[in-house]
Nanobody, 121 residues
């Protein structure tokens, strides 16, 4: 079983910064892609940033140049540094990890509980 614990959300003024962190409690598995999603009221959940086990990254167009995803495989953490925040970044942010048991090929998705980010104008 994999559990994800997020932290770092809060209220910030437009132009400010926040850093989200997600720690995975997991043994005997490989943490493959580690992602951040967000969901604003009335909207579908969307992928914000992704980072593969090998270090490749991908970002939503709306956050490119402002957000940076990073991971520490030894500490089983993934972070999202968010700079120059805008009111439209307001959402609940979720950590998502695709997990593979050693010796198997099937990937399983795990989600954190979400952390609220509110950006005031």
């Amino acid at each position: 079983q994999v559990q994800l614990a997020e932290s770092g959300g809060g209220l910030v003024q437009a132009g400010g910064s926040l850093r989200l962190s997600c720690v995975a409690s997991a043994d005997g598995v490989s943490l493959e892609t580690m992602n951040w999603y967000r969901q604003a009221p009335g909207n579908q959940r969307e992928l914000v940033a992704a980072m593969s086990l090998g270090g490749s990254t991908a970002y939503a167009d709306s956050v490119k140049g402002r957000f940076t995803i990073s991971r520490d495989n030894a500490k089983k953490t993934v972070n999202l540094q968010m700079n120059n925040l805008k009111p439209e970044d307001t959402a609940v942010y979720y950590c998502n990890v695709q997990v593979r048991q050693y010796g198997r090929s099937t990937l399983h998705d795990y989600w954190g509980q979400g952390t609220q980010v509110t950006v005031s104008s």
